[in-house]
């Protein structure tokens, strides 16, 4: 019976989708379409998408799951801003990512363009697999390392300064050098993917007109001033907004290393927002304080972009 | 007999010696640039030789100076200890199931969305693709909170493995990177499969999957390395340790050698690096393009 009813229906449906027809065809790419990216979309709403509205609408709530979320308008981000402890997070974050990025993107640039220029294949290999190797190792094993090596008094850091007649430095327990100790390490670990952006776009500079500018008279600083720096001028864009952004999220190596410490000295925003998220469960506040810094990543990019409309040239 | 030989042997080592001659720089700055390079070189290689030669020291040199860069009596007992300090074939094993699951799931998903953006024509195409682009810009931690509560609290799975696998099935990244590479490919083969008799799905899977594999390989490539050296996530999921992933537990064993030897940490840290160096060795050139060309990951 039931069978018998559904029968005429299905078959409407397939002489719709049939394949003898171009509409036929079309329909049936359309619903493939939708087939194929639910996956994903759904994926995506639920784990990117979704979580992304609910920070926002958690930062106005007080809620530590044993109670009732409560709904406290802006106080979340009054308390923030009037936290000495965000701003401390956050002037740490901006200290750690000016000093990463410019040691980041002048040694990585200076490595590009010499191995460039090698003559000799071997050696360009063998040093682009060295400046590349601590790439492949997690930030865990890396703060693990690095945190050991900058150690006081058993480091082999301060051991070959000391050869030097260098003091003992306090890398990771003086307050005024910790942030350089934590800077060092995530240069020494993202050296070779920085290096890595600017080899290829060091690679694919137009060389006619390198030696146009040759034959124009332009050597040495003038060439690599007016001429190599504004063709490369999209790839500086690229990798360092890259680098910001990543830097701003700035956890593994100061939470391994130090703890934050000492004191808060080496604390970041996406710690913060992780001790009181997950410590203390104020899942409320936590949102608030990623929402900023999400905002202030926004905010980052906007304006490389807007700054880039002067000095980035696209030929 | 001997002498053509010796003399085969003799020029040969001249051209070879010939040829590094004139590899050799001859102006002063090209000395120097040279210079720069050995230099950071060594300053990158020199963590790693440490890391390695000192995971091979006895236990109790491991933390005296100066460090031994070239181990003489090599002891492994210090790996042995690895395995007494932590499970550490269950969390090799989770990191394993983890990585794997997770780069299997990507290639799924995002090739089959990567295929319709950009081969497929249906309403809300454009708008559906530039919502994609646009979560490419939200960071992991802006969204963590939110996930934990639902991971733990909606679906009850925090300190599983698929409080790590189910989150990162879907990828933006990845659906913008393949569908790049299926942009690519010629749309002739559509029409020629079709007039053989093939229905859509055979196009994508026996024609256009497979001809997007450099794509597929640099998605897998850069995935494995994101996913098997990710910190922050298990950090925020996991609480037992038979079920961490190995970097929560080398993290765990440099909590329990505090007082002890440095070495066992850093044998550890040897041993949970061993995959991502396998998987460098092979796909060196699918990393190294798909850095280049996304660096969103890493």
Redesign the interface.
């Known amino acids: 019976m039931v069978s018998q009813a559904i029968q005429p229906k299905r078959n409407r449906i397939i002489q719709w989708l049939a394949?003898d027809t171009m509409e036929g065809?079309?329909r049936?790419?359309?619903?493939?379409?939708?087939l194929?990216?639910a996956?994903?979309?759904?994926?995506?709403l639920?784990?990117?998408?979704?979580?992304?509205i609910?920070?926002f609408g958690?930062s106005f709530y007080k809620w530590n799951?044993f109670r009732p979320p409560e709904f406290v308008n802006f106080e979340n981000f009054s308390r923030l801003f009037s936290d000495p402890r965000v701003f401390t997070a956050f002037r740490n974050t901006f200290l750690l990512v000016v000093m990463t990025v410019v040691m980041l993107e002048i040694?990585a640039l200076?490595?590009a363009l010499?191995?460039h220029?090698?003559?000799?294949r071997p050696?360009s290999y063998?040093?682009r697999t060295?400046?590349?190797?601590?790439?492949?190792?997690?930030?865990?094993?890396v703060a693990?390392?690095?945190?050991?090596?900058f150690?006081r008094d058993?480091?082999?850091i301060n051991?070959y300064l000391g050869l030097l007649g260098i003091p003992k430095i306090s890398w990771l327990t003086d307050s005024n050098v910790v942030l350089w100790s934590v800077s060092l390490t995530t240069v020494?670990r993202n050296?070779?993917?920085t290096f890595?952006?600017y080899l290829?776009g060091v690679s694919s500079l137009p060389t006619e007109i390198l030696e146009a500018a040759q034959v124009d008279g332009a050597y040495?600083w003038r060439r690599l001033k007016s001429v190599v720096l504004p063709l490369l001028s999209p790839t500086i864009l690229?990798?360092t907004v890259?680098d910001i952004?990543k830097m701003l999220?700035f956890?593994?190596e100061p939470f391994?290393m130090t703890r934050g410490g000492p004191g808060d000295a080496s604390r970041t925003v996406?710690m913060l927002?992780?001790e009181n998220?997950?410590g203390n469960l104020a899942?409320g506040y936590?949102?608030a304080i990623?929402?900023v810094?999400?905002a202030v990543?926004?905010l980052v990019?906007g304006i490389q972009f807007a700054l880039s409309r002067r000095w980035v040239f696209y030929s | 007999m001997t002498t053509t030989s010796t003399i085969r042997t003799a020029m040969r080592s001249t051209t070879w010696l010939n040829r590094l001659f004139r590899?050799l720089p001859r102006r002063p700055?090209e000395w120097l640039?040279?210079l720069?390079?050995f230099v950071?070189?060594i300053?990158?290689?020199m963590?790693?030789v440490?890391?390695v030669s000192t995971s091979l020291r006895q236990p109790i040199e491991s933390?005296?100076?100066?460090?031994e860069w070239i181990p003489v009596d090599m002891d492994f007992s210090n790996y042995n200890e690895v395995f007494e300090r932590i499970p550490f074939w269950s969390q090799m094993t989770n990191s394993f199931i983890i990585t794997i699951a997770v780069v299997a799931g990507q290639i799924?998903?995002?090739s089959?969305?990567g295929?319709?953006?950009a081969r497929?024509?249906?309403?809300g195409?454009n708008f559906?693709f530039w919502?994609?682009l646009a979560?490419m810009?939200?960071?992991?931690?802006?969204?963590?909170?939110?996930?934990?509560?639902?991971i733990s609290?909606g679906l009850g799975i925090n300190d599983t493995l698929w409080a790590l696998i189910?989150?990162s099935?879907?990828?933006?990244f990845g659906?913008f990177l393949l569908r790049q590479y299926f942009l690519q490919i010629p749309g002739d083969f559509e029409e020629a499969a079709?007039i053989d008799g093939a229905?859509?799905?055979q196009i994508?899977r026996q024609i256009y999957f497979p001809l997007a594999s450099p794509g597929l390989a640099i998605l897998a490539v850069l995935t494995f390395?994101a996913k098997?050296?990710?910190?922050?996530t298990p950090?925020?999921f996991m609480n037992t340790k038979d079920r961490f992933p190995i970097?929560?537990g080398?993290?765990d064993l440099?909590g329990y050698m505090a007082t002890g030897s440095?070495s066992v940490?850093?044998a550890g840290?040897v041993l949970?690096?061993i995959p991502?160096?396998i998987i460098?060795i092979f796909g060196q050139r699918y990393l190294?393009e798909g850095?280049?060309m996304g660096?969103?990951k890493?």
Do not use: C, E
């Open positions: 394949a065809i079309r049936q790419r359309a619903l493939l379409g939708y194929f990216i996956p994903s979309i759904i994926g995506l639920v784990f990117i998408i979704g979580p992304m609910a920070t958690l799951v040694i200076a490595l010499s191995v220029r090698l003559a000799s050696l063998f040093f060295s400046y590349f190797l601590p790439v492949l190792l997690s930030g865990a094993a693990v390392t690095l945190g050991y090596m150690h058993f480091g082999v051991y020494w050296l070779g993917f890595i952006i290829g040495g690229f990798a890259t952004i999220q956890f593994d391994i996406v927002m992780y998220a997950f899942f936590g949102s990623a929402l810094l999400f990543i926004l990019t | 590899a700055g640039r040279l720069f390079l950071i070189a300053l990158t290689l963590p790693l440490w890391v933390f005296s100076v100066p460090p799924v998903t995002a089959l969305a295929y319709a953006f497929l024509r249906f309403p195409r559906l919502l994609v979560t810009m939200i960071p992991g931690q802006a969204t963590i909170i939110p996930v934990f509560i639902l609290r189910i989150p099935l879907s990828t933006a659906i079709m229905n859509q799905w994508f390395n098997w050296n990710d910190y922050f950090l925020v970097t929560l080398i993290v440099k440095i940490v850093l840290i949970s690096t991502v160096i460098y190294i850095l280049m660096g969103i890493g």
